[in-house]
């Protein structure tokens, strides 16, 4: 198993910038392909993006694509998004998640880190 404590969220303007992070512990990291989600009050939870386990290949969800970024760091142990540009619909609890391929569901999760843009 892994586990993953996501950190890094808080009170944002509109217009700025926030980097969380994911730090994963138990089964070696960079055995996993990471992912964020994020869910908004009253909302199903929605993909984010997708990382690799080398961060060589991502996948973004359109509403994110040229604002958010991954990268990771398996040396650390670590995953990032980094969120840029936000908006007040991107307020929302976001998840790490962890599967072993692309193909795989998402089978460890976080706890989740609350992000909230003002307008």
């Known amino acids: 198993q892994v586990q993953l404590v996501e950190s890094g969220g808080g009170l944002v303007q509109a217009g700025g910038s926030l980097r969380l992070s994911c730090a994963a512990s138990g089964r070696t990291f960079d055995n996993y392909v990471m992912g964020w989600f994020r869910q908004a009050p009253g909302k199903d939870r929605e993909f984010v993006l997708s990382?690799?386990?080398?961060?060589?290949?991502?996948a973004y969800a359109d509403s994110v694509k040229g604002r958010f970024a991954a990268s990771r760091d398996n040396a650390k142990n670590t995953v990032y998004l980094q969120m840029n540009s936000l908006k007040p619909e991107d307020t929302a609890v976001y998840y790490c998640a962890a599967r072993e391929s692309w193909k795989s569901e998402f089978e460890y999760w976080g706890q989740g880190t609350q992000v909230t843009v003002s307008s």
């Open positions: 990382i690799s386990r080398t961060g060589g290949s991502k």
